[in-house]
């Protein structure tokens, strides 16, 4: 853990700390991300989790439209442009360790590229897997492949 995120263990209250330090002091991996876990903001649904590079961050908290990092095209990924399916940021926090960020966002439509709400549908329970929700729309229609 670094000192910052140590010193901000025993911070005051609504103490308010620069951006830049907290986000210099935040712990991404080797490949310069950090899991990011969305979550709905007035349900408290888990929807998905996506990884985010400092960049993706920054602009997510700029714009307050959810930006990920796309590990398998190698680039910033705005969630919804290909599916329309959009996340606005409600509000941003680091875990204690600096090293997982939540965002409470406003989704639109699904948050899975399967087209369920929630990326999380395979409850495990006990010796078996159990589809756990249907999707709202198909996913070749999502995606305009029908």
Same mark, same amino acid.
């Given at each position: 853990? @670094?000192?910052?995120?140590?010193?901000?263990?025993?911070?005051?209250?609504?103490?308010?700390?620069?951006?830049?330090?907290?986000?210099?002091?935040?712990?991404?991996?080797?490949?310069?991300?950090?899991?990011?876990?969305?979550?709905?903001?007035?349900?408290?649904?888990?929807? +998905?989790?996506?990884? +985010?590079? =400092?960049?993706?961050?920054?602009?997510?908290? =700029?714009?307050?439209?959810?930006?990920?990092?796309?590990?398998?095209?190698?680039?910033?990924?705005?969630?919804?442009? @290909?599916?329309?399916?959009?996340?606005?940021?409600?509000?941003?926090?680091?875990?204690?360790?600096?090293?997982?960020?939540?965002?409470?966002?406003?989704?639109?439509?699904?948050?899975?590229?399967?087209?369920?709400?929630?990326?999380?549908?395979?409850?495990?329970?006990?010796?078996?897997? =159990?589809?756990?929700?249907?999707?709202?729309?198909?996913?070749?229609?999502?995606?305009?492949?029908?």
């Amino acid at each position: 853990m @670094s000192d910052t995120f140590k010193a901000l263990e025993r911070a005051d209250f609504d103490s308010r700390h620069p951006l830049a330090v907290i986000l210099d002091a935040a712990r991404f991996n080797a490949d310069g991300l950090m899991p990011a876990i969305a979550q709905q903001h007035d349900s408290g649904e888990v929807l +998905m989790m996506a990884w +985010m590079n =400092r960049e993706a961050l920054e602009e997510t908290l =700029r714009t307050g439209r959810v930006c990920y990092w796309s590990r398998s095209r190698g680039k910033l990924w705005r969630k919804g442009e @290909s599916s329309g399916q959009q996340q606005h940021l409600r509000t941003a926090a680091l875990d204690c360790d600096g090293d997982t960020l939540l965002l409470q966002v406003d989704q639109t439509g699904p948050a899975c590229h399967s087209g369920r709400r929630s990326c999380f549908y395979v409850a495990l329970e006990g010796d078996e897997a =159990r589809i756990a929700s249907a999707p709202l729309i198909d996913p070749d229609t999502l995606y305009g492949q029908t």
